[in-house]
């Protein structure tokens, strides 16, 4: 069965520290990755999927697929990166939803 | 102001009372899903609708129900069935099923005594 896995629920750097939220995820198909972010008092919102490749706020995440990973990463933390960060998994192609992980709250001390 | 609302933001019911959740959107969308979202579960899919008239069973439906007559609305009932029926329950919408992505609300949390 598909599932997505988060092993941290909390990670806390300092400001100007490399940051990595680990995302592994466990599927027979052909993966589809997104990375959510829910920062305090805003909606979850999209942070990036691994199709585009793209970086945002100075967040990449590469799809390992030897490791079945998708870790998120950022080499300076901000404060305002603070956030909840979501890793989700879209099975079954353009008939699939999601299923998030659990969840790993990020805190980035001054 | 273009987006996904949901309402009420905090709701309140005695357990053995039926309630329903408002989620509307104006993105134009197809897809429409309601989560639950519990402390350290992330999100679980209860029900889910590809286009209206039609919606399907997420993982956790029992205690459910939904309807989506309208493109625009996709309201949730939490009914007496469902055991713990206290919790934050997010509703989304995107273009269409599969990996697009999803635009979320701000939440509802439902608050059962």
């Known amino acids: 069965a598909q599932r997505v896995t988060q092993p941290e629920k909390l990670l806390s750097v300092f400001k100007g520290a490399p940051v990595e939220l680990k995302c592994n995820y466990s599927?027979?198909?052909?993966?589809?990755l997104f990375w959510y972010v829910q920062y305090s008092r805003q909606r979850l919102q999209l942070l990036l999927r691994h199709i585009s490749r793209e970086s945002i706020k100075g967040f990449t995440a590469d799809l390992n697929k030897g490791e079945t990973s998708f870790h998120l990463k950022k080499p300076f933390a901000q404060e305002e990166d603070s956030a909840m960060y979501y890793c989700?998994?879209?099975?079954?192609?353009?008939?699939?939803?999601?299923?998030f992980g659990k969840g790993t709250k990020l805190s980035v001390k001054p | 102001d273009g987006g996904i609302t949901q309402s009420p933001k905090y709701l309140f019911r005695k357990e053995g009372q039926n309630v329903t959740l408002s989620c509307e959107q104006n993105l134009n969308h197809d897809a429409m899903y309601w989560y639950r979202q519990d402390p350290g579960q992330g999100l679980r899919l209860i029900y889910y609708?590809?286009?209206?008239?039609?919606?399907q069973k997420g993982d956790i439906a029992e205690g459910y129900s939904v309807s989506r007559e309208k493109k625009e609305s996709f309201p949730l009932t939490v009914t007496s069935a469902q055991k713990n029926p206290t919790a934050f329950y997010l509703c989304a919408s995107s273009l269409r099923q599969g990996g697009y992505e999803q635009y979320f609300g701000p939440g509802t949390r439902l608050t059962v005594t």
């Open positions: 609708s590809q286009i209206v008239n039609d919606f």
């Open positions: 989700a998994l879209n099975y079954g192609g353009s008939q699939g939803n999601l299923i």
């Open positions: 599927y027979s198909g052909s993966p589809e």
